[in-house]
């Protein structure tokens, strides 16, 4: 994207805090097949994303901060812009909030 925040809005806050919502799932999987070293890879990456999720958030709320815009009003604004409008739920809520990526920031995009 040509914008930052709207870079920022979509990588870290929208594509890498899909992958906190997925990771488990897939956790859970190949636990259940047996595959305990992907599982502890998995485990290391979710971790990692949430680090992600969380420097991501941080810039993003800095920039719509410094151009006097509420972060969460600017995110919900941008995904309507570059992402269709919609984040699909279900959602990893307390990975989520460990990023500081809180409801009120993607609740309002569930049904577009």
Known sequence: ?????ARLAMAPLVLEARGLDVTPGMIERLKAAGDGESVAILRIILADEITHV????????????????????????????????RIKPPFNR???DSAGLYADWYEPLVDG
């Open 1 to 5: 994207a040509h914008d930052p925040l």
């Open 54 to 85: 969380a420097a991501g958030r941080r810039w993003f709320s800095h920039l719509a901060e410094a151009r006097g815009l509420d972060p969460a009003t600017a995110f919900q604004d941008l995904v309507r812009r570059h992402h269709g409008g």
């Open 94 to 96: 307390a990975a989520r």
